[in-house]
């Protein structure tokens, strides 16, 4: 039994690329969709969050931020890359100052893709997320003495 | 032990286990009003008890170790001062242990190093300064009337509080919009604007020490929605009647009422206090009206 289903709250982070995927990430929060019915909460504050939301590609300019976001948001967490930019570079991998998908800098638990991709889509992703997200509760309270450690990048 | 202190102990025993499950349903119901409002289906009624649970499972992240005790600290002062309302005690006590346990809140959220957790913990001070003159005012207005600070003494005195305190009690629901972190006079958290200050005072709270704060509003709703029975005392329908519409306009006001600065909640709810709370103390002082001799 674990409440963190019941109750992902989310952080979004518009790594770079067009910027379409992220506005369908909001458009999944309005009353249209409502993502609240889930449980699930659009906050600003990496240290609230459960499920971290990608779009875009990420660049040698924002890798850090990308990085840092991660890192100081509390364990279990989920990471959803949302559009194709983000699952693998998309049309911008070959750019010079490209690093190319997210998983090249954090590790991706689910792939969302699309161009743009739908926000039903994107909350069926979210909805996949949070089995991930049970288990690695599991896996947590299984090691506990290290739990500090799991899912760290650096 | 006479009988009044065994009942004044089952009392705060009642408010200590009932008052989270209480609280939890109010902000529950409160999600739920808030979403009709905007036209959404809304999170079920059990959704506050879910994140709470949701937050205990979570890794607690903490800048400094004195944060922990600081939100502890709020958690057992506001704890203690709905235990002393419910059990009969001296209102004003009850505002000094209020009004500590919310400094140990500002003191936690400074004890970080993050600056937006600064802001929201400097708009908590100035909300604390802004709605205390409403709070003191209204426990001195039911002393003017009943002659007692003693809840137990108010609520048995039988005498319609109201009736004798009614800009008191217009002043204490506007100060009320600030404590229930309503929207016109929600800065410190900016619950409803998330990332405008990311999280304000609760910023660098993470897990279990979130959920704590968050049980801690859950007794704060319990003891504010409290002191709104003691205006009705004297009919205790009336009183939960007047408790649901006071909420429900809580809410209203919250969906149909865009946020201001920090300037205007210290000048509105000084000017509130100042006309509506001091008016109605002079004018009773002024009558010498005290039923009780």
């Known amino acids: ?154 | 032990m006479t009988d009044v202190q065994t009942i004044s102990i089952i009392n705060a025993v009642i408010y200590l286990l009932l008052a989270p499950v209480v609280g939890g349903l109010i902000a529950g119901i409160d999600r739920k009003v808030t979403a009709r409002m905007q036209g959404r289906i809304g999170p079920p009624i059990l959704q506050p008890f879910y994140d709470v649970g949701k937050l205990f499972e979570k890794e607690n992240i903490v800048v400094t170790t004195t944060q922990n005790f600081y939100v502890l600290s709020y958690l057992v002062f506001m704890v203690a001062a709905g235990m002393l309302f419910f059990s009969g005690g001296d209102m004003l006590l009850v505002i000094f242990a209020f009004t500590l346990s919310h400094i140990f809140l500002v003191l936690g959220a400074y004890a970080a190093y993050s600056p937006y957790s600064h802001i929201g913990a400097e708009r908590e001070l100035i909300q604390i300064i802004a709605y205390e003159p409403m709070i003191i005012f209204t426990a001195v207005g039911m002393y003017m009337v009943t002659q007692s600070f003693f809840v137990s003494s108010i609520l048995t005195s039988g005498i319609p509080i109201i009736l004798y305190l009614p800009g008191v009690f217009i002043g204490y629901l506007i100060v009320l919009t600030i404590k229930l972190r309503k929207s016109p006079f929600d800065l410190s958290t900016s619950h409803h604007a998330h990332q405008e200050i990311v999280k304000g005072v609760t910023t660098e709270f993470a897990g279990p020490n979130l959920a704590k704060i968050e049980i801690a509003h859950w007794y704060e709703y319990v003891f504010l929605l409290g002191v709104v029975f003691l205006f009705f005392g004297f009919n205790p329908i009336l009183a939960v009647v007047a408790i649901i519409v006071a909420y429900f306009l809580e809410i209203l006001i919250d969906n149909v009422i865009a946020r201001v600065k920090w300037q205007m909640v210290l000048r509105s709810a000084w000017l509130i206090a100042g006309t509506l709370g001091l008016v109605n103390l002079g004018v009773l002082y002024y009558l010498k009206v005290v039923v009780v001799p």
Request: charged share 20%; net charge neutral.
């Open chain 1, 1 to 154: 039994m674990t409440y963190l289903t019941k109750s992902p709250w989310i952080i979004h982070y518009d790594a770079s690329s067009c910027n379409g995927c992220d506005i369908e990430v909001l458009a999944a929060l309005t009353p249209l969709y409502d993502v609240e019915r889930f449980g699930i909460i659009n906050t600003g504050n990496p240290k609230h969050a459960d499920v971290f939301l990608v779009t875009g590609s990420v660049n040698e300019q924002n890798k850090q931020v990308l990085k840092n976001i991660y890192n100081q948001m509390p364990n279990p967490k989920v990471v959803v890359a949302i559009g194709i930019c983000a699952t693998s570079g998309g049309v911008f991998r070959e750019c010079y100052n490209v690093v190319g998908g997210i998983d090249k800098i954090i590790p991706v638990d689910v792939y969302v893709p699309g161009c743009a991709a739908r926000p039903e889509s994107i909350i069926d992703g979210v909805v996949k997320g949070l089995g991930i997200l049970a288990a690695k509760r599991e896996a947590m309270l299984k090691e506990k003495p290290s739990a500090q450690q799991v899912g760290e990048c650096r």
